[in-house]
């Protein structure tokens, strides 16, 4: 989240950077995410992450968000082969898509700042939201 007025990062609900180097990544409950023909469903309660103040800077705040999330795919299955088999190249992937619909509710809190977040039903509508399986690295053989 940031301050228009001064376009300065106030807050930033991440699950941090792992020792590994992985960031912005954290492993979820399997039975968070539901898998249904055409539609997927995401319900995370008072996940645990971080609150940063600044970009790899200090302020760590233990705080928590939830969210609720719905993807409705619609249309034929996009298919992608990979682009390369360099290890570094993006292309390097293959995936089946296919565009979808999503909506959501997102809220989260900082007890230490008394800070609280909740938004209103969001809705990827004319924007942009797919769904579909991806294989890279070792998985792409």
Do not use: C
């Not at 055409?38 to 928590?64: C, I, K, Q, W």
């Not at 293959?94 to 959501?104: K, L």
């Amino acid at each position: 989240m940031f301050d228009p007025g001064t376009g300065s990062q106030v807050h930033d609900f991440n699950p941090g950077i792992r020792p590994s180097g992985l960031f912005w990544i954290a492993q979820i409950p399997d039975e968070a995410l539901t898998i249904t023909d055409r539609t997927a469903h995401l319900h995370l309660e008072n996940m645990p992450v971080t609150d940063n103040y600044f970009f790899l800077g200090p302020g760590d705040d233990e705080s928590a968000v939830s969210m609720d999330i719905s993807w409705v795919a619609f249309g034929k299955v996009r298919h992608i082969r990979p682009g390369s088999s360099d290890p570094a190249d993006p292309t390097n992937f293959a995936a089946e898509f296919r565009f979808a619909t999503a909506t959501g509710s997102f809220s989260g809190s900082n007890p230490d700042e008394g800070f609280t977040f909740q938004s209103n039903d969001a809705s990827s509508e004319g924007v942009f939201a797919e769904m579909g399986t991806e294989r890279n690295g070792s998985f792409l053989q």
